[in-house]
């Protein structure tokens, strides 16, 4: 035990346990001479961006390990999931989910496209495929599932409610890299997936993303849509953008998979770490990945279930915060909770019960290859204890 009494916590004015701040999502670096090595060789041979070797070789691998036809690297998954959009055509409302980081709905909302919040399932905190089909109107055109932590959506259920309907159907796979859905890796399902390299990502280009499809047609147009849309020297067929991924993203997207099984390894480690340290505390339940198939690891989830902790999700994160451990919210308050979709919607929290007790009861905590063992049994130990003494913390005024 760390603390004895709750006057020892930093909230109150005790000496903080970390002298340095925890975060959730310090990047994972790779091999540094690889790197520098690389970064060397693409200043020698001046090619900096526009589809240079560095982006080719990290599509190809990437397409590889996937097992996907094509995979087509971009800026950033922001970017790609916007290419990826107007390239199918979407158009009028599309289906998301509330539950997902603001860029999965500002990326429909920058094209002109309504996004439509659907509520989540409770259990899997991804999109609630019943609930789709009651807010498909005669002006939706997409669906754009989210794998939220790395977990797929329900796929088959999505696949076959797009079909039925004649929805495009794609999913933001931005958590979702190296994980599987019935033992097959995620990039391949849906008419496109999109993937987000960003530095907070467990395998990071610095920023990056990439959209893998197995359809050829498809391909051919990402390809031109994040190249201005040009189909050869002077000649643009398409409206596109600059969703290019620079070489020296691609160097470091090359180094980080070449350590990609380290980093995994590390994360299931201090999974297991949080999962024996938070067991048994009660009303604190940490998210659970099917042993069944693969996952990167890289979300430490736990729910907060206030009338047996006695101290709510934010107190508990004051708490954490004067630690100097960064627990952060994701996705409080929930895409349709900021602007211009609670303007433009004001009632749409009326339909996603489910979204709204879940950003107020989820906190992720810090992981990676940044942060020890003994770091996670101490912030463990932490949370312990602030359950424990959660009725006493919550009657004090520094905890208002
Ligand atoms: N779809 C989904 C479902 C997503 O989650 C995301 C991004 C996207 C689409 C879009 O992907 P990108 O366009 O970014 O490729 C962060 C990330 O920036 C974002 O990529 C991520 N999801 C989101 C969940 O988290 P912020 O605004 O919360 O990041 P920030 O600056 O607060 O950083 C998070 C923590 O990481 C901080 O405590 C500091 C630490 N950090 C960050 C960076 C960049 C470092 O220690 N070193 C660093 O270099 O969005």
Redesign the pocket.
């Known amino acids: 035990m760390y603390k004895t009494n709750i006057n020892e916590l930093a909230l109150f004015g005790g000496k903080p346990i970390f002298n340095e701040l925890l975060?959730?999502?310090?990047?994972n670096i790779g091999n540094r001479e690889q790197l520098l090595a690389r970064i060397n060789n693409l200043l020698d041979r001046r090619w900096l961006s526009n589809n240079g070797p560095f982006v080719q070789e990290l599509e190809q691998k990437l397409a590889g390990y996937l097992g996907v036809k094509h995979c087509i690297a971009m800026c950033?998954?922001?970017?790609a999931?916007e290419i990826a959009a107007r390239a199918l055509g979407l158009q009028g409302e599309v289906i998301l989910p509330s539950f997902?980081?603001i860029?999965?709905a500002h990326a429909l909302q920058w094209l002109g496209i309504t996004p439509v919040f659907c509520d989540v399932d409770p259990l899997t905190h991804n999109i609630d495929p019943i609930k789709v089909e009651n807010v498909i109107t005669q002006y939706t055109t997409g669906i754009l599932g989210?794998h939220?932590w790395g977990r797929a959506c329900n796929i088959d259920k999505l696949s076959s409610i797009a079909k039925k309907h004649g929805l495009r159907l794609m999913f933001?796979a931005?958590?979702a890299f190296g994980c599987t859905h019935q033992g097959k890796l995620i990039g391949g399902f849906g008419e496109l997936e999109v993937f987000?390299?960003?530095?907070?990502?467990f395998f990071n280009s610095f920023?990056?993303?990439a959209v893998t499809t197995t359809n050829d047609e498809l391909a051919e147009k990402l390809r031109r849509m994040r190249n201005f849309g040009f189909a050869g020297l002077d000649n643009v067929i398409d409206i596109g953008t600059n969703g290019k991924m620079s070489e020296v993203s691609a160097a470091m997207g090359l180094t980080s998979f070449e350590s990609m099984n380290e980093f995994i390894e590390a994360n299931h480690n201090n999974y297991l770490v949080y999962s024996n340290g938070l067991d048994d505390i009660s009303g604190v339940q940490l998210i659970k990945y099917s042993e069944k198939e693969k996952n990167n690891y890289q979300y430490i989830v736990i729910e907060i279930d206030e009338g047996s902790t006695g101290l709510s999700r934010d107190l508990l994160i004051k708490v954490l915060h004067a630690e100097n451990v960064?627990a952060?919210r994701?996705f409080y308050p929930g895409c349709h909770q900021m602007e211009p979709y609670r303007s433009n919607f004001p009632k749409a929290k009326l339909a996603l019960p489910e979204t709204e007790k879940l950003t107020s009861k989820v906190l992720q905590l810090p992981s990676g290859t940044a942060v020890g063992e003994e770091d996670i049994s101490r912030i463990c130990e932490l949370i312990r204890f602030a359950v424990v003494n959660g009725a006493e913390i919550s009657t004090l005024p520094e905890s208002r």
Not at 76 to 79: F, G, H, K, P, S
């Open positions: 975060h959730v999502g310090r990047p950033n998954a922001t970017v999931l997902t980081f860029a999965s989210v939220v933001d931005a958590h987000s390299f960003h530095a907070t990502k920023e990056g993303g960064r952060r994701y």
